[in-house]
T-cell receptor, first 111, second 113 residues
Framework: EDKVVQSPLSLVVHEGDTVTLNCSYE??????LLWYKQEKKAPTFLFMLTSSGIEKKSGRLSSILDKKELFSILNITATQTGDSAVYLC???????????FGQGTILTVHP | NAGVTQTPKFRILKIGQSMTLQCTQD?????MYWYRQDPGMGLKLIYY???????DKGEVPNGYNVSRSTTEDFPLRLELAAPSQTSVYFCASRSASSTDTQYFGPGTRLTVL
């Protein structure tokens, strides 16, 4: 059975801190690893990673994939209160693009 | 483009009632998905479709049914609602020719009492 596990489950930081969110996966015929941000509504897409060791960046957010060790990390530098959200990791196999989601990390950023 | 739209936004059902959650996308995506998200949990796949007339079960299909008569629409039917079906339901779609990136609708919050 495909499985995605995220850690920590929740995290409380202050503005300006840097955070690292972890995602490990076991997915048959792994193809991609996706990160989504969810703020009390629909998940919104952040990154998709398919190759090991290549960092993807978008502003203060960055992510990298390690296909040998089967994990990914999402870094957020200089956190802001607007970064408070649930961050979901999902792994895709080759079966019709189905995604297996982790349980999410709840990030709370205090002013 | 409106993207993925879902109706209703909220609904309260009594045990044993039935209802249909509507999902429409205007991006001409072949693949569509229904997920449920319980409090503090990730998303679990209920059903998916790879094109009109083709559907298949996901991880948690019991108590639900789907149909896909057009590319745009992918309704989810709940028969004989149970309290265990209280959840937030998300519909998503993606293009068959693109990556695994799925685009989500705004969700339907369903409570069964």
């Amino acid at each position: 059975e495909d499985k995605v596990v995220q850690s920590p489950l929740s995290l409380v930081v202050h503005e300006g801190d840097t955070v690292t969110l972890n995602c490990s996966y076991e997915v048959t015929n792994f193809r991609s690893l996706l990160w989504y941000k969810q703020e009390k509504k629909a998940p919104t897409f952040l990154f998709m990673l398919t190759s090991s060791g290549i960092e993807k960046k978008s502003g203060r957010l960055s992510s990298i994939l390690d296909k040998k060790e089967l994990f990914s990390i999402l870094n957020i530098t200089a956190t802001q209160t607007g970064d408070s959200a649930v961050y979901l990791c999902a792994a895709g196999g080759t079966s019709y693009g189905k995604l297996t989601f982790g349980q999410g990390t709840i990030l709370t950023v205090h002013p | 483009n409106a993207g993925v739209t879902q109706t209703p936004k909220f609904r309260i059902l009594k045990i044993g009632q039935s209802m249909t959650l509507q999902c429409t996308q205007d991006m001409n995506h072949n693949y569509m998905y229904w997920y449920r998200q319980d409090p503090g949990m990730g998303l679990k796949l209920i059903y998916y479709s790879v094109g009109a007339g083709i559907t298949d079960k996901g991880e948690v299909p019991n108590g639900y049914n789907v149909s896909r008569s057009t590319t745009e629409d992918f309704p989810l039917r709940l028969e004989l609602a149970a309290p265990s079906q209280t959840s937030v339901y998300f519909c998503a779609s993606r293009s068959a020719s693109s990556t695994d990136t799925q685009y989500f609708g705004p969700g339907t919050r369903l409570t069964v009492l």
